[in-house]
T-cell receptor, first 116, second 115 residues
Framework: TQLLEQSPQFLSIQEGENLTVYCNSS?????LQWYRQEPGEGPVLLVT?????EVKKLKRLTFQFGDARKDSSLHITAAQPGDTGLYLC????????????????FGKGTKLSVIP | NAGVTQTPKFRILKIGQSMTLQCTQD?????MYWYRQDPGMGLKLIYY???????DKGEVPNGYNVSRSTTEDFPLRLELAAPSQTSVYFC??????????????FGNGTRLTVT
């Protein structure tokens, strides 16, 4: 069972369209991070959300953390070819061992292609 | 700034061979991690370290070993390579874990094929 479910798994859209990517779980997270990964590179952090109901904007990207801190969404307005990549959400929970240790659990990712 | 550096970038191993994936960071981060990424499966935590001399297992540790003798270096050892270990391996580091919100800084990965 996947702790964090991301949807859709694949998304191919035309330049200028809007899109939303979802990250859902039945578990509560202390925080949630979104990363973007390009081919041949490691993931790069886009944003961290910590408070239930929090909304953060990063230019054309809007991130929302659910009120119950179990889910999150990423909305892209007027997508550009430069937005193409793999989008990963990662939820933080208490770690496998050791007090004060937090671990990130990653979703499977959403592969976005923006066609010029 | 180099950040997190992984070597090698690519490697092909025969079944039963061993190798060490190198990872070094120059950000003076206490926390370091090894993840593997399989197609369509996201990132799975193999091992992590909260400081020099301290390591612990993650979600998928079987077949791997780590050590952390310095703050900068966190090598991952494969003793008896198996085809199931074919994957892309990412090393990452973070400054702290305050509520788990400290961002991870990733290297560019090592693509390993075991045949």
């Amino acid at each position: 069972t996947q702790l964090l479910e991301q949807s859709p798994q694949f998304l191919s859209i035309q330049e200028g369209e809007n899109l939303t990517v979802y990250c859902n779980s039945s578990s509560v997270f202390s925080s949630l991070q979104w990363y973007r990964q390009e081919p041949g590179e490691g993931p790069v952090l886009l944003v961290t959300v910590v408070t239930g109901g929090e909304v953060k904007k990063l230019k054309r990207l809007t991130f929302q953390f659910g009120d119950a801190r179990k889910d999150s969404s990423l909305h892209i307005t007027a997508a550009q070819p430069g937005d193409t990549g793999l989008y990963l959400c990662a939820g933080a929970r208490r770690g496998y061992s050791g007090a004060g240790s937090y671990q990130l659990t990653f979703g499977k990712g959403t592969k976005l292609s923006v066609i010029p | 700034n180099a950040g997190v550096t992984q070597t090698p970038k690519f490697r092909i191993l025969k079944i039963g061979q061993s190798m060490t994936l190198q990872c070094t960071q120059d950000m003076n981060h206490n926390y370091m991690y090894w993840y593997r990424q399989d197609p369509g499966m996201g990132l799975k935590l193999i091992y992590y370290s909260v400081g020099a001399g301290i390591t612990d297992k993650g979600e998928v540790p079987n077949g791997y070993n780590v050590s952390r003798s310095t703050t900068e270096d966190f090598p991952l050892r494969l003793e008896l390579a198996a085809p199931s270990q074919t994957s892309v391996y990412f090393c990452a580091s973070s400054y702290s874990q305050g509520q788990g919100s400290s961002p991870l800084h990733f290297g560019n990965g090592t693509r390993l094929t075991v045949t």
